[in-house]
């Protein structure tokens, strides 16, 4: 989830068109760096009311609330449990998914050439039972999205990436499919009731996409629009070639509002959740009455804990952020944080000594009573992904 160039002066972001502050104050900006520093630097203000007050690390450099416990699940380059499967470089997006017998839990993988999924299955005791290769062959696989119908769509951060769908178990082949357009694919997201995959971009001028498919779960052909963001209303605009063959797919749309590089993407309760990194913001978008706002914005919050937005993950009705601090002015140790129900946004978990690293792939089992998350990168350049156990609210 690398960061771009920063775009042209003369770009109008979405932040422009919906209405709120496109430019922000040097000064402030910079009053604010120092002020999250700060607190980063020391943990007892970052309070959550519904998890608790953040302990000293545990035996495996995380930070938890009081009753959470941590255990590594993979490694980069090791052998995941007794299985012969090897666990990929750079784990970044995933999902947990129900399996005959448990549940199993699938990690892009974001690197050149190779990239690809792999999957660890567990048991209903939380065993692992297995590990394979799901996709290989594919570039920098970062984000993507579950479906309703049980199937991962696995995304490619190259200028002409693809959306694959994935079978979780490995049983039915992986399906690339071209409709969904070409670009700089981050997440995926889908509305099943309206037959809707809505799309992030990773570009300081990417776009916000929806491909309506023609037929309930089958994603094999359908329309592919971009987001126009007008005072806060979205309207959606055909994108003309989704192939790119001739012109990059977000310069085909006259008057489609840019994002600030587009990142996790989650859907339900039809309201769309956003994440855009180059300006820390968290979107709300309610797509039953068209209307787009600020959930989160670092330079507005009173309390902004929360920095480098990447993948999102939901869990009843709190909103899981990873954090991405590697490549900013000031950076600090990467954090899970939540955005509450009544707008409180905090801190859950710390990854203590990954400054160069991101958290990525935050999700949880069917149950609902673990975490999955992983340290692309961990303290040495070497990923490893975790499972998080605990008082999971209810």
């Known amino acids: 989830m690398g960061r771009s160039q920063p775009a042209p002066a003369s770009s109008q972001t979405v932040a422009d068109r919906a209405g709120s502050p496109g430019r922000r104050d040097v000064l402030r900006a910079g ?27 545990d035996a495996n450099g995380l930070q938890l609330p009081a009753g959470y416990r941590s255990r590594v699940v993979a490694r980069t380059g090791q052998r995941v449990g007794t299985t012969p499967y090897v666990w990929h470089q750079a784990p970044d997006g995933g999902r947990c998914f129900a399996a005959p017998g448990g549940w199993v839990y699938v990690s892009n993988s974001e690197v050149d050439v190779v990239g690809g999924v792999g999957m660890v299955r567990f048991d209903n005791a939380g ?26 769509l ?44 809505y799309m992030s ?44 063959s001739t012109r990059p797919t977000r310069y085909q749309v006259a008057g489609a509002t840019p994002f600030r590089g587009g990142e996790g993407i989650w859907f339900e309760g039809n309201v769309l959740n956003l994440a855009t990194k180059f300006d820390d913001r968290i979107w709300s978008y309610d797509v039953v009455s068209g209307r787009l706002t600020v959930l989160y914005d670092w330079t507005t919050n009173p309390l902004p804990v929360l920095r480098g937005v990447d ?6 009705r709190d909103l899981f952020v990873c954090e991405d601090m590697s490549t900013l002015r000031f950076p600090a140790d990467p954090e899970l944080c939540v955005v509450e129900p009544d707008g409180l946004t905090t801190v859950f978990l710390r990854a203590v000594g990954h400054r160069t690293s991101e958290l990525t792939g935050a999700a949880f089992n069917p149950a609902g009573n673990r975490l999955y998350v992983s340290s692309q990168r961990g303290t040495n350049g070497t990923g490893v992904t975790f499972e998080i156990t605990g008082p999971f609210p209810s």
């Open 154 to 197: 696995s995304c490619e951060e190259v200028a002409t990436g693809s959306v694959f769908e994935v079978d979780p178990l490995g049983v039915r082949p992986p399906v690339t499919h071209p409709g969904m357009g070409r670009f700089m694919h981050e997440g995926a997201a889908v509305d099943g009731p309206r037959r809707t995959v």
């Open 311 to 316: 993948n999102l993950c939901r869990r009843g």
């Open 31 to 57: 009053l604010l760096a120092g002020v999250v520093a700060a607190l980063h630097a020391c943990g007892p203000p970052r309070l959550s009311t519904r998890y608790g007050r953040l302990g000293p690390p």
């Open 127 to 152: 065993a692992i039972v297995d590990a394979r290769r799901l996709l290989d062959g594919t570039r920098r696989n970062c984000a993507g999205g579950h479906t309703p119908w049980g199937t991962w």
């Open 201 to 244: 971009e990773d570009a300081i001028d990417g776009l916000l996409y929806r491909y309506r498919y023609t037929q309930a779960g089958d994603l094999s052909s359908g329309v592919l629009e971009a987001a126009r963001v007008d005072r806060g209303v979205v309207s959606w605009l055909p994108v003309p070639d989704p192939s790119a």
